[in-house]
């Protein structure tokens, strides 16, 4: 029998071997950037956000941050700073290991359709993931694939496969998205992770649903972009793609997910936009996110601190590009989730 998700998982483990760690969180936690100050960076212009992160993590790097041409790795320098904080916490190898690998498949993505497309992606790879970016490089310049990790091989023979079938280069995107998460379900990480990670999973699958009946794409392939280790089966998704739109959020009605599904419909109808639900996608995960807040053992808070400042930089990146872009205000108060 289906067990319906009607609550956010709560599955922890305590571990006193984090006792120091959990305590230099919370201590790092007070120097996130809150609501407020995030209302106040909506509202500034870039000289005077400045000045309102002059006390943040920031602070170090402002005239890079607010320039147009370096801030993109003004922000990829505080990610490789969080990264190397929370290597320094963790203390299970297979965890920090993780927290690297989105970056390996991302260049691997990247570096693929750099060799479909004979361009020069160099300045797209990220040199953040556990593999040598460099080395990466050479591996694909040469073909020689085998001395990657076995999972990340796969994933690139099934994403030339189809997309020489195809001829899409979207299949790409679906395989690795595909095989990153085969990668989480296949391994014992912590049960706060999995379920991050399975939450992601049905809210993802949800919107590929919507895209796929909006697009009026074949409704043949649509098995081949779903997620697999969800709360939610894949063959109720399957089961839906013949469905009108109106009426799909209501089958979830007794799911957490009913409200983010529901609101998120109606605004894609109404606007022909995801912006309201990929907002209302980041609240959610937030709120699972903040059930560490009272933790006092175990790797939980560490992993909850990391998703966080994720975020943070996110935001941060969503109001630069919209400041130097002349976004409305209004805009990016939508995209941004506080």
Do not use: C
Not at 127 to 155: C, H, R, S, W
């Amino acid at each position: 029998m289906l067990e319906i998700l009607t609550k956010l998982p709560e599955r922890f483990l305590e571990n006193q071997e984090y006792v120091y760690a959990v305590g230099r969180i919370r201590a790092l936690e007070v120097s996130l950037i809150d609501k407020q100050r995030f209302e106040r960076l909506l509202k500034a212009g870039v000289e005077e956000m400045g000045r309102i992160l002059v006390d943040t993590d920031y602070s170090h790097s402002l005239s890079e941050l607010l320039n147009p041409s370096t801030f993109e790795n003004a922000l990829q320098n505080e990610k490789q700073r969080i990264l190397g904080l929370i290597d320094s916490l963790v203390f299970e190898e297979d965890v920090r290991e993780f927290l690297h690998l989105e970056f390996d498949y991302f260049n691997a993505r990247v570096l693929l359709k750099g060799k479909i497309f004979d361009r020069d992606v160099s300045d797209f790879l990220v040199p953040l993931g556990n593999l040598n970016t460099d080395e990466m490089k050479q591996i694909f310049e040469n073909e020689e694939y085998e001395k990657l990790p076995e999972n990340i091989v796969k994933a690139i023979q099934d994403a030339i496969s189809s997309y020489y079938h195809y001829k899409e280069p979207r299949m790409i995107d679906f395989i690795f998205d595909r095989a990153f998460v085969e990668h989480m379900n296949v391994n014992g990480y912590p049960p706060f992770l999995q379920d991050y990670y399975r939450l992601l999973t049905d809210l993802t699958n949800f919107r590929s649903l919507l895209r796929w009946k909006v697009m009026e794409l074949d409704r043949s392939r649509f098995r081949d972009v779903l997620l697999p280790g969800g709360f939610i089966p894949e063959g109720i998704f399957l089961d839906l793609i013949g469905e009108p739109v109106e009426q799909i959020p209501g089958v979830f009605s007794r799911w957490i997910y009913y409200p983010v599904f529901l609101e998120g419909t109606k605004y894609l109808n109404t606007n022909h936009s995801f912006i309201r639900y990929e907002a209302m996608v980041e609240k959610l995960l937030s709120t699972y996110i903040d059930k560490t807040r009272y933790l006092v053992f175990g790797v939980e808070p560490v992993i909850a601190y990391y998703l966080k400042k994720m975020k943070e930089i996110k935001n941060i990146r969503i109001i630069l590009v919209g400041k130097f872009n002349g976004v409305e205000e209004e805009i990016l108060a939508e995209r941004l989730v506080v």
